[in-house]
């Protein structure tokens, strides 16, 4: 990590947090279902840490036609802490926890 | 494309070092969504002091001061006018402290800054302890609760004095805003802040952010836990704009208060006379804020 030292005498931080990779916090690891996605944006909503990104519309299937025009999301598991207000406040329930070292890499 | 309700832009950054499922975070997200890039704010001890990590991080996209603990009042003052000075006149000063901060330690910075009527924002995120030094009892900890410094033991000492509610004292201020807000309606704190906005004069809101770590639930209930807040009426979401009170969120049915103290470990211990203690307390506030409403909307 580079330190970046102030030019005026005021120490002004200038390191952005992301640099702290806060994924590896994680106990339970959160995976989407996207057959089962309403693209409801819930979860962005209220995730803590920001680690919730939209996706293009294409980027993952859709379980239905009316819904493939809305864009999908993704978690950044470089910062996601799992700590699962997602998966507890996903209406359809298309959150799953899983534990981290039964491998939890792909759906 | 995507359907939105609250706005998309991020001025929080990932990779900040707040504990699992932390309501405070999610309280500043909302926050700087609302107020938008042309913000500053200042900070004194809370949670939000080591939430950015250690210099030379940050983790917001706005100027932040951190503060000493019982100044957050005075520094928002101070920027305030500097800012009109310097002709600044659209930027949003943001004092945002915790509940230690402004309850107990802040109040007085807190009043002097509200009575010397200086356009600021002041948010108080309300966790109901001193969260960051390791859960001990503030003016804001609900009844009944367990904390660090009220155990409890043979003598059920927990803390058994009311919460402040410091709400009312800032309305008591005769400012032109007053609100509360929680986590769990993001549409109404948003729509709450924005109306702040376009007022003059200080304006205060008030936050229910849960603490997974302090309250002791699992860190996955944050939302949940502060919706069942507003569903039993243990914490109204209300607005006061210039002395008229307006309830925001009123539960057709609400829920008993034993659903909410249930679903958290520090408030485990309570035996049924006590719930029926609290429950009859947290009706006599409601009905309170009802005449309240009642009363200021007439004339």
Redesign the interface.
């Known amino acids: 990590m580079a330190i970046i030292l102030p030019e005026d005498p005021t120490p002004i931080a200038k390191v952005p947090s992301t640099e702290n990779k806060t994924g590896g916090w994680r106990t339970f690891r959160p995976i989407i279902h996207y057959d089962k996605c309403i693209r409801c944006y819930i979860c962005w909503k209220f995730c803590p840490d920001a680690a919730i990104h939209f996706a293009p519309p294409d980027a993952h299937p859709s379980p239905k036609e009316a819904l493939a025009k809305f864009d999908t999301v993704e978690i950044n598991y470089d910062y996601c802490k799992g700590c699962g207000i997602c998966a507890n406040e996903c209406p359809v329930n298309a959150i799953e926890l899983v534990l981290e070292e039964a491998g939890g890499e792909e759906e | ?6 706005p998309e832009e ?1 001025y ?7 504990c ?4 405070a ?2 309280a500043m ?1 909302y926050v700087l969504k609302a107020l938008g890039k042309r913000t500053i704010l200042s900070i004194p001890a809370c949670c939000w002091a080591v939430i ?2 250690v ?5 917001l996209e706005v100027p932040l001061l951190y503060t000493a603990f019982e100044v957050t009042g005075a520094a928002i003052s101070g920027i305030r006018e500097a800012l009109d000075v310097m002709g600044k006149e659209d930027v949003n000063v943001v004092g945002f402290a915790g509940d230690g901060g402004t309850a107990d330690i802040g109040l007085q910075a807190l009043s002097a800054a509200a009575e010397r009527g200086h356009n600021v924002f002041y948010i108080m995120y309300d966790n109901e302890a001193y969260m960051n030094t390791g859960i001990q009892r503030s003016g804001s900890t609900p009844m009944g609760a367990w904390t660090t410094t009220t155990p409890g033991g043979k003598k059920r000492m927990y803390k058994w004095e009311p919460k402040k509610s410091v709400a009312e004292i800032m309305v008591a201020h005769n400012i032109p805003y007053v609100a509360t807000a929680t ?1 769990a309606y ?1 549409e109404d704190m948003i729509s709450k802040l924005r109306r702040a906005k376009e007022m003059k004069g200080p304006k205060f809101i008030q936050i229910l952010s849960p603490c ?1 770590t302090g309250w002791r639930y ?7 836990v502060s919706r069942l807040a507003v569903q039993t009426n243990v914490f109204p979401l209300y607005e006061v704009v210039n002395g008229k009170y307006r309830i925001t969120i009123k539960p057709k049915n609400p829920k008993p208060v034993k659903d909410y103290l249930m679903m958290q470990g520090r408030f485990r211990h309570l035996t049924e006379e006590e719930i029926a203690r609290i429950q009859k307390h947290i009706d006599e506030n409601w009905k309170a804020l009802l005449k309240k409403e009642r009363c200021s909307q007439e004339d």
């Not at chain 2, 494309?1 to 609250?6: E, G």
């Not at chain 2, 699992?20 to 309501?23: A, F, H, K, Q, S």
């Not at chain 2, 210099?55 to 983790?59: E, Q, V």
């Open positions: 494309m995507h359907r939105l309700t609250i991020e929080m950054l990932s990779g900040h070092t707040a699992l499922g932390c309501g975070t999610i997200r950015p990590g210099y030379p991080h940050r983790n986590i993001p997974p699992p860190p996955d209930k944050t939302v949940e």
